[in-house]
């Protein structure tokens, strides 16, 4: 009756980890095809991104039932009440990514009658590559327990930063030389908001793996580069 039991619990931690597997597949799907639907301005791709974020909500809440019933009913402690406690705070900045995701994918419907360069939409989509390398390097780390990975990711997060704050001088720049852009440029500012915010949940998952793996939370200030609230536009001389 005991190893029955046990195994039973096993397998309902193995199962709430399958569940935070799909959900990070379905969040990373979620930020290509919103990425892809901006660049290509395709509305059709776009809606249905949209559309999709309503499986990762669906997910959450299963995983949440899930873990509220092992509690209940299991009892957890330490490194098992760790791994159900991980479970539902990864899930949460899951579906948060996912809601950024679909967020990006409405600029993508916006944006898709205005003027503008396909110049300006380069860097979020470089933006957009190393925030999906990050979210698959997290998810990984959770499935593997690998707390170097963790904090790796973890330590990159400012990357992204470094990045807006360019993106978001570019783009201002872009606005103030011709009143024209501002609909266009301004939408992609939200976009890439959207992009260095995913970065934030995922630096939060990095944290909680670090937290599953070690049984102590990060201590260190968490690296952050975000300068936009200075930036100003770079706007060329001219002679009076």
Request: overall charge negative; hydrophobic content about 45%.
């Amino acid at each position: 009756m005991t190893e029955h039991i046990v195994s039973s619990y096993d397998e309902e931690l193995q199962k709430l980890s399958l569940m935070i597997s799909r959900m990070g597949g379905h969040a990373e799907k979620l930020l290509t095809d919103a990425i892809t639907a901006l660049n290509r301005r395709d509305q059709a791709l776009a809606m249905r991104t949209i559309a999709a974020d309503d499986e990762i909500d669906r997910l959450e809440r299963e995983v949440e039932d899930l873990a509220i019933l092992m509690i209940a009913k299991r009892q957890p402690m330490a490194l098992d009440l760790r791994q159900i406690m991980a479970a539902i705070k990864i899930s949460s900045d899951l579906e948060r990514i996912g809601d950024l995701a679909k967020n990006i994918a409405k600029r993508a419907v916006a944006v898709q009658s205005e003027p503008g360069s396909r110049q300006t939409v380069l860097g979020i989509d470089h933006m957009s590559q190393i925030a999906l390398e990050q979210l698959k390097n997290v998810l990984d780390s959770f499935a593997r327990r690998d707390v170097d990975l963790a904090l790796e990711v973890w330590g990159r997060d400012a990357e992204l930063d470094v990045m807006y704050t360019s993106i978001f001088r570019e783009l201002l720049t872009y606005m103030m030389e011709d009143p024209r852009n501002i609909t266009f440029a301004t939408h992609l500012l939200f976009a890439a908001k959207n992009i260095e915010r995913i970065g934030d949940h995922v630096t939060n998952i990095a944290e909680t793996v670090a937290y599953l793996v070690r049984g102590e939370p990060l201590l260190e200030k968490r690296p952050k580069m975000d300068q936009s609230s200075f930036a100003t536009a770079d706007l060329p001389q001219t002679d009076d």
